[in-house]
């Protein structure tokens, strides 16, 4: 995470040690799903810093740490392995892989919508302006239903929310009038 944070603000080296830290720890552990999380974020870093041979090199490590312990590619893992592809200029791999993480992602998964914007501009190099365009509306599409689910999310933990404090001042008035009773009928005692 704080890795992520720097790469947002620009601090690339920073988050490389940070990563390297953190792949050394989930390695020591052998938590090989997590050293798959790690390697998205070093080939993310690395092409940050524009060094696609380095990015290319944490895509065959995560690749092969995959195969060796049967573990899936994350959809994310798959967009940086992708994006590593066609800068190195195998678009038709990169399209294959986009393709491949897109079958697999649930419909809900927000990286879908990064997929197909990266399945656009492998599309756009290739000369398939059409193709681009067409995946961008898909892009945008789901981008519009995500936003819809997550604003469909909150009004229902709002509801619930209100929902609940109503009850909570129903609560409270009703024990206000029981005490009120409770005070009259001693008095009347």
Same mark, same amino acid.
């Given at each position: 995470?704080?890795?992520?944070?720097?790469?947002?603000?620009?601090?690339? #080296?920073?988050?490389?040690?940070?990563?390297?830290?953190?792949?050394?720890?989930?390695? &020591?552990?052998?938590? #090989?799903?997590?050293?798959?999380?790690?390697?998205?974020?070093?080939?993310?870093?690395? +092409?940050?810093?524009?060094?696609?041979?380095?990015? #290319?090199?944490?895509?065959?490590?995560?690749?092969?740490?995959?195969?060796?312990?049967?573990?899936? +590619?994350?959809?994310?893992?798959?967009?940086?392995?992708?994006?590593?592809?066609?800068?190195?200029?195998?678009?038709?791999?990169?399209?294959?892989?986009?393709?491949?993480?897109?079958?697999?992602?649930?419909?809900?998964?927000?990286?879908?919508?990064?997929?197909?914007?990266?399945?656009?501009?492998?599309?756009?190099?290739?000369?398939? %302006?059409?193709?681009? *365009?067409?995946? +961008?509306? #898909?892009? *945008?599409?789901?981008? %519009?239903?995500?936003?819809?689910?997550?604003?469909?999310?909150?009004? &229902?933990?709002?509801?619930?929310?209100?929902?609940?404090?109503?009850?909570?001042?129903?609560?409270?008035?009703?024990?206000?009038? *029981?005490?009120?009773?409770?005070?009259? +009928?001693?008095?009347?005692?």
């Amino acid at each position: 995470t704080m890795a992520e944070l720097a790469l947002d603000n620009g601090d690339t #080296r920073q988050a490389l040690v940070w990563l390297q830290a953190a792949l050394a720890f989930y390695r &020591d552990g052998s938590h #090989r799903v997590y050293e798959l999380r790690v390697h998205d974020g070093l080939i993310h870093t690395a +092409l940050a810093m524009g060094d696609v041979p380095q990015a #290319r090199q944490w895509s065959a490590s995560a690749l092969a740490l995959a195969e060796a312990w049967k573990l899936p +590619l994350p959809a994310s893992l798959q967009l940086q392995i992708a994006r590593t592809a066609r800068l190195e200029g195998d678009a038709a791999a990169s399209a294959a892989r986009l393709r491949e993480a897109l079958a697999a992602a649930a419909k809900t998964d927000p990286v879908r919508v990064l997929l197909l914007e990266e399945l656009a501009m492998v599309q756009e190099s290739t000369g398939d %302006a059409t193709g681009a *365009n067409a995946t +961008l509306r #898909r892009a *945008n599409a789901e981008a %519009a239903e995500l936003m819809r689910a997550q604003q469909d999310r909150q009004l &229902d933990w709002l509801r619930i929310r209100f929902e609940t404090t109503e009850q909570q001042r129903t609560i409270a008035a009703l024990e206000s009038q *029981n005490r009120l009773h409770k005070a009259r +009928l001693r008095q009347r005692t």
